[in-house]
């Protein structure tokens, strides 16, 4: 049974409940700034996932092609019109939404490398502590994300634990084929796109994120073709 990818997105839900609650209380000054504390620690979480590859250049050649697939797609203009239109019908409000940091609050609790290793570990062993682990930090960062976005941070756990169902089934049945040194990698990739959303959480530069995840599929097979090569 997937008991951290269940626990994960009960945080969220729960994170963004208490965040929107709270929406009143915290001070206007506060609401602005916190969102830019939390991406510079993402930016931090980010370059610690990175410094743990094990072979950069796969790693850079899953991000360049991965979002070139993205962007040929247009995953991110997409993802705006899907995610626009179920807050609305989930009536969650979404009419001053601001999308674009909509999407960055998206991106990190349904893609994030940690979130992707950490659900492929359960998948694979059974054990949901690194995932739950995460979903403390999660619960806080959604409160964060809630306080300026509202109630329309509770829809995001409906297509996240779609998601992260997807990367327990793989990991139950790649199980066989994974190694460590796909997972360093697959860490380095989720790095890169953590210290993104960071860079644009923080306002310092806005990266299509969303058309940046399918390096997050190909990195791993990038990985072992890499190791298969050099090695």
Known sequence: MPFGVLVNCGCVLCGGLLGTALKQVIPQKLNHYLPMAFGCSSIAIGINSIIKANAMTAVVLAILTGFTLGQLMGLEEKSARFFGWLVRALHLGGK??????YITAVALFCCSGFGWYSTLTEGITGDPSLLLSKSVLDFFTAVVFAASLGLSICAIPLPQVVILLGVFGAGRVLAPLLTPAMFADLSACGGI???????????????????????????????????????
Do not use: H, Y
């Open 193 to 231: 796109l953590t210290m993104a959303a960071g860079l644009r959480v923080s306002k310092i530069k806005v990266i299509p994120l969303v058309d940046m995840m399918p390096a997050l599929i190909l990195v791993m097979p990038c990985s072992a073709l890499w190791t298969a090569v050099m090695g």
């Open 96 to 101: 001053d939404i601001d999308m674009e940091f």
